[in-house]
């Protein structure tokens, strides 16, 4: 019954959407007035803040003075759009939306072939893989670790059948049918048995590992793992086999609405463009291939090329039955990414929506049910029929949003009552306050304190550091050369520090390592052959800490008969700081880390959503940590240190290249002689404007979006 | 900061919403039973000792047995118990604590047992919070000083609680956190400026704008300011302490870190965890304990005498816990395996009565003879200690009501 009214609801929809609109805005005024809704916008965002709110939305940071010069230089009309189609088509676009796919689809660089996942992740963002395309492929791909990345996406929940039935469905259509596992759902239509039948897609699906190598890989078996009734309800012997079927509404065959008619258009144009270039070997060529050369051989060439076809077919072989096709999950992945499934398209258009507008039409965001319907229905349907109709292009879809009226809206202005805003936000009349995301809040910092290149000359930023030295006695008693000796910063890296790139990283910032972000090289994760060895290597086991944890202990304890020192040495280091981009680091980061302490979650559990509630450890790290302290002080390779020549100082302009730079906008005359007077009891120009930085990458408006 | 500040994020509140339109009542789903009883227990110390201590070679001695390995028994200062050699100091506290012998555990692995022992659940498809964190979940903070803090080691994360339930983590005890002081090179004065210049910074935006989450991050803001200048900070402070003490306590990691527990709930800290590995004793057990011992039998003797003296162990309890106790069999290379049947734990204060054991493991510490205790007993016995209603549940952020404790029953003996 529920389903049957949520087809109707989705077919009157289409109808609608066809007759009234071109544009998002169009369609959603046009809904906003069927609701009731009576109240105006509050109108659009200036230039600045435009920049200012789309660059960190699509490449994870503010913008660069070099950037506002140039969108300034852009034609008043046309700026906007020429800035969305740079950011699109922007290196770090790709690694922004990462972070966002990796939220959705739990990407954890420490699990079995996680790192080659995400590395595939990116890029298919940068070459705009269809998501349909995209979605099919990590659901239905059996394969080795790291050699077809996509398979992480299975080992990610250990290709465990009833998990992957949570897991596809909460991901992909927005349906928490995960509940239906123990019990017929609570708040929804979904019962145990449907919850199984799902599950059954992946019952043949085994995850296997190679004692020898450790290579993990997936494949199918013979026997399907799920059985029904489920364990507790009925006798071992009573379970039978469970057959796959998908209980999620499709729209009837007969119908072909108009996005679908275009979609298949798109399809077949692209098939044939395809037809015309592909002409990569198909097995049959090759066998016919390995035919042909034996028989082209002559005299003692036949054994060479008997051998050689032996072994080109061999190859074929053992890949062909080791990593078998599942064809349920083929089944699956059809039916989840058909254009006929509206819950794929429109679960996906409202993740985006509601990560770039600051709200769903459905929240929960992973909450689609009868009883929890959107706020726009037919807002979202269009959105969706145009996203399928482009052909599941993601770029096109954030483009559509952003260019949109609804994006560009200001937030409510001062006065406004908390009653009166919820009404405002809740019909996209203004823009809900939206904090960076944490891993832009780190790029943005680096990017404002110029701490992404190198701000000092040579030699001017040398500092002393104590290290604490333990030396081996020789048996004469005369220490041994300093260079074996077992060295130590005095704060000491710990071995709870599991990351050992992280706690190796970085002379000067000893007691700082939750600050660091190291990069990941995405490229080569694909190209690395043996990605596992990798994975390996991150994912260690408790028991695997533990090992190192004692060894670690270990080899402080003295070896008996060995006579030690500690000596406190200083050492001279040109320490010229530079921060990486918390967008392409390892994820999910250590607990504690700067973008775990700003929201991103552990990854760990489904539907985990990011807590952007501000908290003491925030604020802490932000007032006393390293990153903002090394982003405040004034490098002389940088911009504003022209200004502030002795002899030739130049306040006022220092002042607002800062504001630029910092908060993408001019200063108030308050604000510039509250800076002036700021700068005048500082001990220094320089000393003023790493206090007037200071205070601006920890304020309110820096962090929260404009 | 107090943890029942955490508010329903936006999420929350639609989802709350949603719920409601098709008849359940919200009320009805955050109602539960409200058991009042007053507290015995204030705060909390908790030893957490990673990889699986043995509860032969501690707790459960069984002299005469094959199984009993290298060590003997003691007397203790209670006539009739028993515990290993390995601890001469603290067998003299043994009035002052309590042992269980016959915790019943399910779980073998490492990680699903720690999960267990921590959050009282198994893992599944939600992430369970820690004990701590349920612990200032449901009580106010009593200090300018984190109301929950984890020592030398990572306590379990706060999932549905929030953020502000999440432990406060000092990798090392004495260790120096770098983000309770200005940056090197930045004075006092400098740094109170620029502090006094940011609240005018935030305040002149908030003329502008009007938003709940503006004044809210400066309340965190202030958090951290009154935590940085709180004189209770001496008590991470370690070398401000008389080298007799420290010496007292043993000069190694577990033996600062009891020193530091103590020193934090001295200062009203809810919730102190001290973490110590290398348990996991597979191979050559005996060395590994005898060491084990070595260091922690002053710190804890020590920790007991203390505490008992100035009163504070009246309202504090001080737990020992592992994932699981190891195989009553001495494998070949003379170690023993992971054994979760039955195991033993360490408990104290606030409100425990000294001097008892309860329940027993049969004659070669294989499985309970009497008593069964379950895991998630203990965690009810904590809370219900901390006057906590263990039954009680939260919803989380999915609207999916939880227990604070995986249906424990207290062990109602242990306060008696």
């Given at each position: 019954m529920a389903r049957t009214l949520l087809v109707a609801l989705a077919a009157f929809c289409f109808l609608n959407s066809d007759i009234q609109a071109e544009t998002i805005d169009s369609v959603l005024s046009a809904e906003n007035s069927s609701l009731g809704v009576t109240k105006q916008s509050v109108g659009l965002v200036d230039d600045m803040a435009f920049v200012r709110r789309a660059s960190v939305d699509l490449i994870g940071r503010i913008p660069t003075l070099e950037e506002l010069a140039e969108y300034q230089s852009w034609p008043a009309e046309q700026r906007r759009d020429m800035l969305v189609d740079k950011l699109i088509d922007h290196p770090r676009f790709a690694d922004r939306w990462t972070v966002f796919f990796a939220d959705l689809l739990r990407l954890r660089s420490n699990v079995t072939g996680g790192s080659a996942l995400i590395a595939h992740v990116n890029r298919s963002i940068r070459e705009d893989l269809p998501y349909n395309e995209f979605a099919s492929s990590l659901i239905a791909t059996n394969g080795k670790a790291g050699r077809s990345p996509e398979v992480g996406f299975i080992l990610g929940d250990n290709a465990d059948p009833l998990a992957m039935a949570s897991v596809t469905t909460q991901v992909f259509m927005g349906v928490r049918i995960s509940c239906a596992q123990c019990h017929d759902h609570p708040f929804d239509i979904w019962t145990r048995k449907d919850f199984y039948s799902v599950a059954a897609y992946f019952g043949k699906t085994r995850r296997y590992e190679s004692n020898f190598t450790r290579v993990v890989y997936t494949s199918e078996g013979e026997q399907t793992s799920v059985l029904w009734p489920p364990q507790d309800e009925a006798e071992e012997s009573e379970r039978k086999a469970m057959i796959p079927s998908f209980p999620f509404p499709m729209i009837d065959a007969e119908e072909k609405p108009e996005f679908i008619a275009r979609y298949e258009a798109l399809l077949k144009k692209k098939a044939e463009a395809l037809a015309a270039v592909d002409n990569s070997p198909s097995l049959d060529d090759l066998l016919a291939a390995a035919d042909g050369k034996v028989e082209a051989a002559t005299g003692s060439g036949v054994d060479v090329a008997v051998a050689e076809a032996r072994e080109e077919i061999s190859k074929i072989d053992v890949k062909g039955s080791l990593y078998k096709r599942s064809e349920y999950r083929e089944l699956l992945a059809d039916q989840i990414t058909s254009p006929r499934n509206r819950l794929f398209a429109e679960s996906f258009v409202n993740r985006v929506w509601h990560d770039l507008v600051g709200r769903g039409f459905v929240e929960p965001i992973d909450d689609f049910r009868e009883d929890n319907p959107p706020s726009h229905p037919q807002t979202l349907a269009y959105i969706a029929d145009e996203f399928v109709g482009n052909g599941y292009s993601f770029k096109q879809l954030v483009k559509s949003i952003v260019q949109s009226d609804v994006y560009q809206l200001k937030q409510v202005p001062l006065g406004v009552n908390e009653l009166e805003q919820e009404e405002l936000e809740a019909a996209f009349l203004a823009t809900p306050m939206r904090r960076m995301l944490s891993e832009a809040l780190y790029d943005s910092i680096v990017t404002a304190g110029h701490l992404f290149d190198v701000k000092y000359r040579p030699g001017e930023n040398e500092r002393i550091i104590e290290q604490e030295v333990r030396v081996l006695l020789a048996a004469e008693g005369q220490p041994q050369d300093l260079a074996t000796a077992d060295v130590q910063d005095l704060a000491g890296a710990k071995p709870q520090m599991t990351n050992q790139a992280m706690a190796n990283?970085?002379?000067?910032g000893a007691g700082y390592k939750l600050e660091e972000a190291i990069e990941l090289d995405f490229d080569a994760l694909l190209e690395e052959e043996d990605e596992v060895e990798l994975d390996r290597m991150v994912a260690k086991s408790q028991e695997e800490l533990e090992a190192e944890r004692m060894q670690m202990e270990n080899q402080r304890r003295p070896r008996p008969g060995m006579q030690y020192e500690t000596k406190v040495v200083q050492r001279t280091v040109d320490d010229n700081p530079r921060f990486s981009s918390?967008?392409?680091?390892?994820?999910?980061?250590?607990?504690?880390h700067f973008v775990r302490v700003f929201g991103q979650t552990s990854r760990n559990d489904l539907g985990d959503i990011r807590d952007d509630n501000p908290s003491m450890r925030q604020s802490l790290m932000m007032l006393n940590g390293r990153l903002t302290h090394e982003a405040s002080r004034v490098g002389t390779l940088e911009p504003v240190s022209k200004y502030l020549v002795s002899g030739k100082l130049q306040v006022e302009k220092a002042v607002q290249l800062v504001y630029h730079e910092i908060l993408t906008r001019d200063p108030s005359a308050d604000e510039l002689a509250w800076a002036k007077e700021l700068l005048a009891e500082a001990k220094s120009p320089q000393a003023g404007i790493a206090d007037l930085r200071w205070v601006m990458l920890n304020s309110n408006e820096f962090r929260f979006l404009p | 900061m107090a943890c029942k500040d955490y508010k329903l994020s936006r999420r929350a509140m639609m989802g709350a919403a949603g719920a409601s339109v098709f008849g359940l009542n919200i009320r009805d789903l955050l109602a539960y039973s409200s058991v009042h009883h007053p507290a015995t227990a204030e705060q909390v110390i908790l030893f957490w000792n990673g990889g699986g201590m043995s509860h032969i070679d501690t707790w459960d001695p069984k002299p005469g047995r094959p199984t009993q390995g290298e060590f003997n028994p003691i007397n203790t200062s209670v006539p009739g118990m028993q515990i290993s050699e390995i601890f001469p100091k603290l067998s003299k506290q043994m009035h002052n604590a309590a042992l269980i012998r016959s915790i019943a555990g399910t779980q073998g692995a490492h990680g699903r047992a720690s999960y267990n022992l921590q959050t009282s659940y198994l893992p599944g498809p939600i992430r369970h919070p820690g004990v701590g964190s349920v612990v200032v979940h449901e009580l106010d903070n009593n200090s300018d000083l984190p109301p929950y803090i984890t020592i030398s080691g990572q306590a379990p994360q706060a999932s549905y609680l929030?953020?502000?339930?999440?432990a406060y983590y000092v990798s090392a005890p004495g260790e120096k956190d770098p983000y309770l002081t200005f940056p090197e090179g930045i004075t006092q004065v400098r740094g109170d400026r620029r502090l006094e210049q940011l609240a005018k910074f935030n305040q002149r935006f908030l003329n502008k704008k009007n938003d709940t989450r503006l004044t809210s991050t400066q309340t965190a803001i202030e958090d951290a300011v009154r935590l940085m200048r709180s004189p209770a900070l001496e008590a991470f402070e370690l070398d401000k302490v008389d080298a007799k003490t420290l010496e007292r306590y043993g000069d190694t990691n577990f033996g600062r870190g009891a020193l530091m527990a103590r020193r934090l709930v001295e200062r009203g800290v809810r919730f102190v965890q001290v973490n110590r590995g290398g348990f996991d004793t597979h191979s050559n057990n005996f060395p590994a304990m005898t060491n084990h011992g070595e260091v922690m039998d002053p710190a804890l003797a020590s920790l007991m005498e203390d505490l008992s003296e100035s009163g504070m162990l009246e309202k504090t309890m001080v737990i020992m816990l592992s994932e699981f106790g190891r195989t009553p069999r001495i494998n070949d290379n003379a170690g023993r395996d992971h054994w979760a049947s039955v195991f033993s734990c360490f408990i104290a204060g606030g409100g425990i009565k000294g001097g008892q054991v309860i329940g027993s493991s049969d004659e070669d510490g294989a499985m309970p003879k009497d008593r069964p205790v379950q895991v998630a007993d203990i965690h009810a016995t904590l809370c219900h200690a901390m006057g906590i209603d263990h039954e009680k549940e939260v919803m989380t952020p999915l609207l999916r009501p939880m227990k604070l404790v995986d249906n424990g029953v207290p062990v109602k003996e242990l306060f008696s």
């Open positions: 990283n970085n002379a000067g918390a967008l392409r680091m390892a994820t999910p980061a250590p607990v504690g | 929030g953020q502000s339930c999440e």
